[in-house]
Every structure is written in C-alpha cells, then in structure tokens.
C-alpha cells in the first residue's frame, strides 16, 4: 500500500555534509508521519528525526542543530541535511512512515511504524 524510495548516502570525509532524502508513494492520506532511524551493527536502532504532516519536526536532541529536516509537500518527500558528519554517525538509516499524526511520545518508538524503507548506507571515515 506504502512504498519508500530512500537516496543519498554515500561515503563521505569527517566534516563533509550529506542530505538524505525519502519519498513516500502508495496510498494518499492527508495526514501521516515520516521519520528517520539509524542502526550500526550490535546496536539498537536509534530515533534520528521526524515530521508530521503537514507541519512539525522532532529531533532526538543530540542531532538537534547539526542534523535538520526538510520537505518536499508535492512530492510527499522529506529530507535530512547532516552537516559536520562524524565517524559516529556511521550507520544504516532508514526511513519509516505510519499513518496520522503520532503523538510526541510515539515519535521515537520504531513499532509505532508500519513501512519501512531498506535503508540507505552512510559511511564517515578518513
């Protein structure tokens, strides 16, 4: 019924910048959240960032300043700016989207998600 189409990671230098983007595709709703995970290998997977349509970002506030949120409202897309990536960031991040406007505590809980995209690899490494 949903589909994500997940782009933008890559290998990059400590300090360089990326943008992740996710665009969602299936069935149209009015309102919906989007949000961004991340996982490396042995650990948990870890609330990155969200939004909800059609307006309001959440950030984990270890990202906050450093990672931001982005949309594309015709395209039903939403992106992540990382800017001064560092080794740490290194992971598998995945976007994730459930019906309707979840509630702040929701956000960062991954089984209050029903699609999951494949995951995108960015890698921060000298």
């Known amino acids: 019924q949903v589909q994500l189409a997940e782009s933008g990671g890559g290998l990059v230098q400590p300090g360089a910048s990326l943008r992740l983007s996710c665009a969602r595709s299936g069935r149209s709703l009015n309102t919906y959240t989007m949000a961004w995970f991340r996982q490396t290998p042995g650990k948990e997977r870890e609330f990155v960032a969200a939004f909800r349509w059609p307006g309001g970002s959440s950030y984990r506030d270890s990202m906050r300043g450093r990672f931001s949120l982005s949309t594309d409202n015709a395209k039903k897309t939403l992106f992540l700016q990382m800017n001064t990536l560092q080794p740490e960031d290194t992971a598998v991040y995945y976007c994730?989207?459930?019906?309707?406007?979840?509630?702040?505590?929701?956000?960062?809980?991954?089984?209050?998600?029903?699609?999951w995209g494949q995951g995108t690899q960015v890698t921060v490494s000298s």
């Open positions: 994730a989207t459930a019906s309707g406007r979840l509630i702040t505590s929701r956000l960062s809980d991954s089984n209050a998600y029903e699609y």
